[in-house]
């Protein structure tokens, strides 16, 4: 007979947060642990644990399950989209944590992509019911440098863009949310046809011009770094 899961949800940053509040509002037997709290106590909580997430920062979760880890039959899971490990299963959530929850029924819907030889999402996870997909793990690293330069980087870009409306040009960032929501939307509906703008229509005077007026700013070094892929790109 399958033992009643209970997990031991190990950390106290961003996802471990996100996922206490998932787990909490699924009705899902857990506990917690940081490492703020006593080590005792994360040993009588491992020993009461059937599947134990690590929910702590990727450089650390190798040495963590070695050195403070005892042995246990517990299922041990990571949720770093990069790391390939022997120690732990990885469930990568593809999705982006903040400081700030979403709504319960978001958490339903966010996709997991699972090592390749991870055990059936029933048992990896019980009690969720999340949409989820397998990767073979010599393909993490690639995945997963594809995810932080698309959504990470596009974030730093949009932050620039908000800031400097707001600190140098004196506009409401807010002006450019709709801008920002119908680029994502054309996107989702047809990645092809989604880029605009003097890049696409080869409006080499304005590019100089951007190029020009960017000379001292950091961002420069981008703007060219993306000519270069575009140029590189129309031939791919
Ligand atoms: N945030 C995201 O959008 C996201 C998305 C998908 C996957 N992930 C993955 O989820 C995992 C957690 O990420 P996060 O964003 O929640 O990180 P985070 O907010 O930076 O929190 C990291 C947590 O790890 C703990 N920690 C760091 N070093 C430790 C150690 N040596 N021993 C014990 N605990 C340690 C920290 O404890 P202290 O507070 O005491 O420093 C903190 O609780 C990572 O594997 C990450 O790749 C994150």
């Not at 039959?73 to 989209?81: D, E, K, V, W, Y």
């Not at 730093?156 to 506009?171: D, G, P, R, S, V």
Request: hydrophobic share 40%.
């Amino acid at each position: 007979m399958r033992q009643v899961p209970h997990y031991l949800l190990i950390g106290s940053g961003r996802v471990a947060r996100h996922f206490s509040f998932y787990f909490e509002k699924r009705h899902l037997s857990f506990s917690t642990w940081h490492r703020n709290q006593p080590i005792q106590t994360l040993h009588q909580r491992v020993e009461q644990a059937t599947h134990i997430l690590l929910a702590i920062s990727d450089d650390a979760i190798e040495s963590f399950i070695e050195n403070t880890l005892p042995a246990t039959p517990a299922t041990l899971i990571h949720f770093s989209g990069s790391l390939v490990t022997k120690k732990a299963y990885g469930a990568h959530p593809l999705m982006t944590f903040n400081q700030q929850l979403y709504d319960e029924t978001y958490y339903t819907n966010i996709p997991f992509v699972l090592d390749h030889d991870a055990p059936d999402f029933a048992d990896l996870l019980p009690g969720l019911s999340n949409p989820h997909a397998r990767l073979h793990t010599t393909l993490k690293i690639k995945y997963h440098a594809l995810c932080v330069l698309a959504a990470n980087f596009s974030c730093i870009l949009w932050k620039k863009l908000f800031t400097a409306f707001e600190n140098e040009l004196q506009l409401a960032p807010e002006l450019a949310h709709p801008l920002l929501r119908q680029q994502m939307n054309n996107l989702m509906h047809d990645p092809r046809t989604a880029l605009t703008g003097p890049l696409v229509r080869k409006d080499l005077q304005t590019i100089s011009k951007h190029l020009n007026i960017l000379t001292d700013d950091p961002f420069c070094t981008i703007y060219q770094a993306f000519l270069s892929l575009g140029l590189h790109h129309e031939h791919s």
